[in-house]
């Protein structure tokens, strides 16, 4: 469940965890495409801290709507 999201200057944040259930993907599989680059989803780390925006992460499922498989 989604729960600790804070309202700010850069809108609605999600932990890395909290941004993986969201999408239905792995904490793991975030972490991977941060640090390589794949996919262009973007973050804000603060320390070691990991967040991504709400905004960021429908734009991003927005961008990846498919009409078949390949």
């Not at 729960?3 to 890395?16: I, L, V």
């Not at 993907?25 to 709400?54: C, D, M, Q």
Request: aromatic share 12%; proline share 1%.
């Amino acid at each position: 469940m989604i729960h600790s999201r804070t309202q700010g200057k850069f809108g609605d944040k999600m932990t890395r965890r909290e941004a993986a259930e969201y999408l239905g993907i792995k904490e793991n599989t975030l972490a991977t495409w941060a640090s390589t680059g794949r996919n262009k989803l973007p973050f804000i780390k603060v320390g070691h801290r990991v967040f991504y925006r709400l905004s960021d992460l429908d734009a991003f499922m927005e961008n990846n709507i498919q009409t078949q498989t390949f």
